[in-house]
């Protein structure tokens, strides 16, 4: 049985870890290097960096960052935000990244996707996706831009393009549920773990033990990530954990 997976995540701006709530208002909650450190220690499965305003900013990711929170770090690393070409991708591994995580680049040029999946494998591509529901088209649609822009494409369709296109990982954040703590979006979790046959990492809404337990078992994600819960010390991964083994559900 494959064992279901712990991600914090750090959300960094202008050097720091920011959490807010539906992507905005925003508020500092520490340094990434020793964030990592900490989670690294902690039992953390994975780590997830994003450089949520280097695509709206119209730059590349910190590379800098990136390096030395690389060297905290004994567990798989992913890094999104500002990655545009097959060279931003080769850059980040280089600096310690395991995965890329490609969101506003491969909505403006699906083949990036395919391009980094030739390239790098599968493996190593993580194609996230920022939904929110809509009443009006009766579905939940994709943003880009740290959230700021919504696109033409449906969450579901886009997932099963993306797989297609050779993604081999899919992140999935509600914007709907973002730093409300009230748990994950059971519905847009299971409506895309039914389309697609690749790793579902879903994201956003994590405020309890309990939240992690639904989209884990009763969803069947194979990876839960949160932030806030985490870093501002509400539970921990080893709680987390410790409460899911409990329950039956196999994690490392």
Not at 123 to 130: L, P
């Amino acid at each position: 049985m494959l064992t279901k997976r712990i991600i914090p995540c750090l959300d960094v701006k202008k050097g720091r870890v920011v959490k807010g709530v539906q992507f905005v208002s925003l508020r500092d909650a520490g340094d990434p290097v020793e964030l990592a450190k900490f989670y690294n220690k902690q039992g953390a499965d994975e780590l997830v960096f994003l450089d949520i305003s280097a695509s709206h900013e119209g730059r590349e990711t910190m590379v800098d960052v990136v390096r030395k929170t690389a060297t905290a770090l004994a567990i798989p690393f992913t890094v999104g935000g500002g990655i545009r070409t097959l060279e931003d991708m080769k850059r980040l591994l280089r600096a310690g990244a395991d995965k890329v995580s490609i969101n506003s680049s491969a909505i403006n040029r699906p083949q990036l996707i395919k391009e980094g999946s030739d390239y790098f494998g599968a493996q190593c591509i993580v194609v996230a996706i920022d939904a929110k529901w809509s009443e009006e088209d009766g579905t939940w649609m994709v943003y880009t831009h740290g959230g700021r822009n919504k696109t033409e494409k449906k969450a579901i369709a886009w997932a099963k393009e993306a797989v297609a296109l050779g993604a081999g990982e899919l992140l999935v954040t509600s914007m709907d549920q973002d730093g409300e703590k009230n748990g994950f979006d059971l519905p847009l979790t299971k409506a895309i773990r039914e389309a697609v046959n690749v790793p579902i990492i879903a994201s956003g809404g994590a405020g309890k033990v309990d939240d992690f337990y639904e989209v884990l078992h009763d969803i069947d994600a194979d990876a839960a990530l949160a932030a806030s819960i985490f870093h501002y010390k509400e539970t921990s991964v080893a709680e987390v954990k410790a409460s899911l083994k409990q329950r039956g559900v196999a994690v490392r």
